[in-house]
């Protein structure tokens, strides 16, 4: 009977081993579902985690660690493309703890392989991007490489990198810890593919953020510029300007223009004195002078942004009187040459001019409270305040010098400035480069203001002007001067004998308005009336010993076109005659 | 004399006057004002002047006489002489009129005869010095200025010797 029993236990133990085979099969597939839940949880973790900080450097950071810990891997790194596209950098890894910049060139055939597709590619441990251990006796692992899609940089303007119009990837390396049998299994790479994804979506992400948090800061440095012009302006109006001045003025406030580009139009350098008139109000209260002088050789005329201009001008005078307690100003225009290797900065700017254009250098010293020179390099930066208790009347916001400066880069030119101390005053110096306007409009160009002296006499011969005053000498001498110019001059000392005398031959009349007891004011209105059908009526012009507001006021008042303090320098008419003669008012005043 | 040595007086004595401050930048002024078309252009300038200045110490005196003090009419001389000073540069005359109206507007007459006691002091004294740069009283005593062109020479200006 024993030949049956053992077919029967045969057939029992088969079965028993089949289902142990099987159990364990169960288990191992038990195991393997644990293990991918797991991984599944780990990859959820992980994608939030990266997708929860917008800083490119945490988001990588973040994905060598999770990724290492949760496949266990021995190396994980990330290979960069650099600017120029034709090498990859080795960026981040996992275990050396200083990345040693290697790069490989980008045309390698395991590279080309691996970002051609969108798959985790096994690839050779010998091969150069995953040579990341040293030499050693050991067997390598398996390693498996995947691409990292990076977004088109065309897309964001970045403007320090060149323009690509191709696809660019990053590399990311996985190896698996050597010297252990394991092997890359499908669902791992499934992962790995999964979480590059995730990390080409985050890293597109924190570029997006980084854009439009530039892109912010830029409207605010915008608006905080308008600001200042408009609180500088609005100071000024306060002490009367002159028609042009408030033109200026409102050109400034109403400038809607929000690019970073430059406006590149015809800059009349002349313009920088009526800069000047707004600050002078100012300084004058604060009992500071303010003096301007600029050199014969700057052309009058040259191409450049003059709003911009303005504005730093205006920004770095403003400083230095609201710096300065006593003494004053200077400012000092004139063409920059590159001999001034006195300089401490910058090594590497050498202003050279050329056919087309010229650098311009203006130097503001004042005699105020001055800086220490460790806090200087500070002053350029935003929001960074060195004199606390000045911040807090200048109503600032510490922007000021940063936006001068990033003007001032966008004229390729250098900002800076120099002081010896606290209490010994403070020199700002900038340079910018200019446009030499060409040969189109030659009338235009004439340098007559800039010349002093006897070299080049502009041309007044036979102008004929009429001067009353009062004053027997003041009279001769004024008649003197223009004379001298070659005006054709009848002079009268009464304003009746003025209203009698002035023709409509008569290109300008010089009122002065200091006589007591004479109301010039009354002249002017009758010479207006008597020409008031002409369109070429002879300009009015006030002489006075006195420069207080009332007198001014009641000069506009009756139309008279410019005010002239007594007694005018040979070099103040001409130039008083030529403005009058160009624009047919006076573009400043004393 | 040599035109050099005249010219180089001439400059010193002009020197001198700005540094005591009897004459500031609007005399140079003047200077640059004589040319071939105008030779005397200072002098007729400074005739003028002393004229007007007289004249107007004189009606200064006679008002400041009166019972009845006319400030405003005192105002109105002290005006004219500063605005004359003023033109030709003669400095310390000029200021001493800006003061003069100051104590003018108190109508402090006291007061007013001490300044114009001050400015005729002053108009004296930078009459002398202008006359000895320009014409003198001596008649047969040539002006430095004379003399240089007498010598051939041209009358120099400040910037010329800087």
Same mark, same amino acid.
């Given at each position: ?18 289902? +142990?085979? +099987? ?94 597709? !969108? ?12 040579? #990341? ?33 191709? +696809?660019?990837?990053? #590399?990311?390396? #996985? ?218 009347? !200048? ?196 | ?71 405003? +009419? ?10 004359? !000073? ?26 007013? #005869? ?49």
């Amino acid at each position: 009977m024993l030949v049956h029993i053992i077919p029967d236990l045969l057939s029992v133990k088969t079965r028993e081993l089949f289902l +142990k085979n +099987k159990a364990a099969e169960l288990d191992r597939e038990m195991g393997l579902i644990r293990t991918q839940e797991e991984t599944g949880r780990h990859v959820r973790m992980l994608t939030h985690e990266i997708r929860s900080t917008l800083d490119r450097h945490t988001i990588l950071k973040t994905t060598l660690v999770e990724l290492g810990r949760t496949l266990g891997l021995e190396e994980c790194a990330l290979w960069m493309p650099t600017r120029s596209g034709l090498e990859l950098q080795l960026s981040y890894t996992l275990r050396h703890q200083n990345p040693v910049g290697f790069t490989v060139p980008i045309q390698l055939p395991v590279i080309n392989q691996v970002f051609n597709t !969108s798959r985790a590619v096994k690839i050779s441990p010998n091969s150069p991007v995953a040579r #990341l251990r040293p030499v050693g006796k050991y067997m390598p692992g398996e390693v498996v490489a995947v691409r990292v899609p990076l977004l088109h940089l065309n897309n964001f303007q970045i403007h320090d990198w060149p323009e690509l119009s191709t +696809k660019r990837y990053a #590399l990311m390396v #996985l190896m698996l810890p050597s010297d252990s049998a394991r092997q890359w299994h499908v669902h791992e790479l499934e992962l790995v593919e999964v979480v590059a994804d995730q990390v080409a979506v985050a890293l597109s992400h924190a570029a997006i953020l980084e854009e439009s948090m530039r892109a912010r800061d830029l409207l605010m440095e915008q608006n905080v510029a308008l600001d200042l012009a408009r609180r500088e302006a609005e100071t000024a109006v306060q002490t009367e300007l002159m028609p042009e001045q408030r033109l200026m003025v409102e050109t400034i406030l109403k400038s809607s223009n929000l690019l970073a580009t430059l406006i590149n139009d015809v800059l009349d350098l002349s313009r920088l004195k009526m800069a000047l008139n707004l600050i002078k109000p100012i300084a004058s209260v604060k009992r500071l002078y303010v003096t301007l002088s600029m050199s014969p050789d700057l052309p009058e005329y040259s191409v450049g942004d003059e709003k911009r201009l303005m504005q730093v001008l205006l920004n770095v005078v403003g400083n230095a009187v609201k710096f300065t307690k006593e003494g004053g100003i200077s400012i000092a225009a004139f063409v920059a040459k590159s001999d001034s290797l006195r300089d401490p900065e910058p090594l590497n700017f050498f202003p050279i001019p050329s056919d087309n254009h010229f650098y311009l250098r203006i130097e503001v010293k004042d005699t105020g409270s001055g800086i220490n020179p460790q806090d200087i390099p500070k002053l350029f930066m935003k929001f960074v305040q060195s004199q606390p208790l000045a911040a807090k009347n !200048s109503g600032g916001s510490g922007l000021g010098l940063a936006i001068c400066k990033r003007f001032v880069n966008l004229m390729e030119g250098h900002i800076w400035i120099e002081s010896e101390g606290l209490g010994r005053g403070a020199t700002a110096i900038f340079i910018v480069k200019l446009g030499i306007p060409g040969r189109l409009n030659e009338s235009k160009l004439q340098f007559v203001h800039k010349v002093p002296g006897n070299q080049v006499k502009p041309n007044f011969s036979g102008l004929k002007v009429v001067v009353m005053d009062d004053n027997s000498v003041g009279r001769m001498v004024t008649k003197g001067l223009l004379v001298h110019l070659g005006c054709d001059v009848l002079a009268v000392a009464s304003g009746e004998d003025c209203v009698r005398a002035v023709s409509q031959e008569h290109k300008v009349v010089f009122l002065d308005v200091s006589i007591p007891g004479v109301d010039s004011f009354e002249v002017a209105v009758r010479i207006h009336e008597k020409f008031s059908k002409r369109p070429d009526r002879p300009i009015i012009v006030a002489l006075t010993g006195n420069t207080d507001r009332t007198t001014k006021e009641n000069c506009l008042r009756v139309g008279m076109k410019g005010v002239i303090l007594k007694p005018v320098s040979l070099d103040k008419m001409r130039n008083v005659l030529s403005d009058l003669l160009e624009h047919g008012y006076l573009s400043e005043s004393q | 004399m040599e035109v050099d040595q005249l010219q180089r007086n001439f400059l010193e004595y002009t020197n001198l006057l700005f540094r005591e401050g009897f004459l500031d930048g609007q005399f140079s002024q003047l200077q640059l004002l004589q040319d071939e078309s105008n030779p005397d252009f200072v002098f007729e300038v400074v005739s003028l002047f002393f004229e007007d200045s007289e004249r107007l110490l004189n009606d200064l005196t006679i008002a400041l006489d009166q019972q009845n003090v006319d400030f405003k +009419k005192i105002d109105a001389h002290v005006h004219q002489l500063k605005g004359s !000073s003023s033109s030709i540069g003669a400095q310390r005359v000029k200021n001493t009129c800006i003061a003069f109206r100051d104590v003018c507007l108190e109508q402090n007459a006291e007061g007013c #005869l001490r300044c114009l006691q001050q400015v005729k002091q002053e108009y004296l004294l930078v009459k002398t010095k202008l006359e000895a740069l320009l014409r003198v009283r001596v008649p047969h005593l040539f002006s430095l200025e004379q003399q240089i062109v007498a010598a051939g020479g041209a009358i120099p200006m400040l910037n010329d010797f800087c």
